[in-house]
């Protein structure tokens, strides 16, 4: 089993910046995918930014050039820093990983999320 446990959300004004970060622990054998999701209200949980464990990193539209995704494959972590922060950013913000164990079985596994609020 791998846990991973979410640190870093909060209130922040309209404009200003968080960082997001998340470690994965446990039965730890190989991860792949690292990825960030969000979920507001009455809407679906959508698909934030991901990164290989080669270091490719792709983004959403809608926070391109304002979020970056970066992980430390040595210390089985990843953070996302968050700049120009919009109220419409306002979601819970959920870790997501693939991993494969020793066996050569593929698992996802999700954080439990942080709130993140962007509000004057």
């Known amino acids: 089993q791998v846990q991973l446990v979410e640190s870093g959300g909060g209130l922040v004004q309209p404009g200003g910046s968080l960082r997001l970060s998340c470690a994965a622990s446990g039965n730890i054998f190989e991860i792949y995918l690292m990825a960030w999701y969000r979920q507001s209200p009455g809407k679906q949980r959508e698909l934030v930014a991901t990164i290989t464990s080669g270091g490719s990193t792709n983004y959403a539209d809608f926070v391109k050039g304002r979020f970056t995704i970066a992980r430390d494959n040595a210390k089985n972590t990843v953070g996302l820093q968050m700049n120009s922060l919009k109220p419409e950013d306002t979601a819970v913000y959920y870790c997501?990983?693939?991993?494969?164990?020793?066996?050569?079985?593929?698992?996802?596994?999700w954080g439990q999320g942080t709130q993140v609020t962007v509000s004057s």
């Open positions: 997501y990983i693939s991993h494969r164990n020793s066996e050569g079985y593929m698992y996802q596994y």
